[in-house]
C-alpha cells in the first residue's frame, strides 16, 4: 500500500513539473537572432496564448478590427530596406527611325536586379528589350534613385543613355500604335511582380524605342529592387 502512494505521489508531482515547464518555455516556430518570426508560449500565471514576435521580442503587427496579420509585399520591404530603385527616361521630339533609350549594365555578383520595365510612346513606334547588345552606341549616365529618400544605399546596376543598338537576343518586343499607350510587360495585374525580369549578372541590356513616326513624345520607365538569393 506504501509503494502505491508513493507510486501515486510521484506521477502526481512529475505532471506538476511537466505541466510548469510547458506553461514557461519558449517554443521557437522558426528565425533566429537575425529577426525573423519566433513563437512565444508565456507564463502569464493562469492561461497559455502564443504571440508572434521577432528576435527582439516585439509583437508581429495584428489589424484589431479583423484580427489578421498584418503584413507587406517582400518588393515593398525591398523598399524599405533601402534596396528598391528608379530610373526614368523621356524623349520630347522622337521621330521616324530615331532610337532613344536605356543600356543597362548588371554588376558581376550575384545580387541580381528583378526589374519591372515600362514605356510609353504618343506615335507609332516600336520598344524592345535586348540581352547581349553586339553594338550600341551610348550617351550620359543615368541616375538610379533610391525609394526610400532616408537611405544612403546605391544600387550596383548601371544606367547610361541609349542611341543606337544592334544584335543580341530580344526576348521583349512592343509595338505602339499611332496616339496609342503601352508598355513591355503589360498593363494592370499583368504589370505586377510575377512579370518581372531577373537579369543576369554581369551582361548588358538594351532597352529602347525606335520611332515609327514623327515628333513623339516617350517614357521609359524601370522599377527594380537587387536581392542576392538565399542560401539556407
Not at 518586343?173 to 543576369?200: H, T
Request: glycine share 10%.
Amino acid at each position: 500500500m506504501r509503494r502505491c502512494v508513493v507510486f501515486l505521489t510521484a506521477i502526481s508531482l512529475a505532471s506538476w513539473l511537466f505541466g510548469q515547464t510547458d506553461n514557461q518555455r519558449e517554443v521557437y516556430i522558426g528565425g533566429n537572432a537575425t529577426g525573423l518570426t519566433v513563437g512565444v508560449v508565456p507564463n502569464n500565471g493562469t492561461n497559455s496564448e502564443v504571440r508572434l514576435v521577432n528576435a527582439n521580442g516585439n509583437d508581429v503587427g495584428i489589424d484589431l478590427a479583423t484580427r489578421s496579420m498584418q503584413t507587406i509585399s517582400y518588393e515593398h520591404h525591398e523598399i524599405h530596406s533601402g534596396s528598391h530603385y528608379v530610373v526614368t527616361l523621356t524623349d520630347t521630339d522622337l521621330d521616324t527611325g530615331e532610337t532613344n533609350g536605356i543600356l543597362v549594365t548588371t554588376a558581376n555578383s550575384t545580387k541580381w536586379a528583378h526589374m519591372l520595365f515600362a514605356a510609353d510612346s504618343s506615335v507609332a513606334a516600336n520598344g524592345f528589350i535586348v540581352e547581349n547588345p553586339t553594338v550600341s552606341t551610348t550617351g550620359a549616365t543615368i541616375t538610379a534613385y533610391n525609394n526610400d529618400r532616408n537611405s544612403t544605399n546605391t544600387a550596383v546596376t548601371g544606367f547610361t543613355e541609349l542611341t543606337y543598338a544592334n544584335g543580341g537576343t530580344t526576348i521583349d518586343k512592343q509595338l505602339f500604335g499611332a496616339a496609342a499607350v503601352g508598355n513591355f510587360r503589360g498593363s494592370g495585374g499583368a504589370g505586377g511582380r510575377d512579370n518581372e525580369l531577373i537579369l543576369k549578372q554581369n551582361e548588358e541590356y538594351a532597352i529602347y524605342l525606335v520611332g515609327a513616326a514623327d515628333n513623339g513624345r516617350l517614357t521609359i520607365h524601370l522599377t527594380f529592387y537587387e536581392h542576392t538569393n538565399k542560401t539556407d
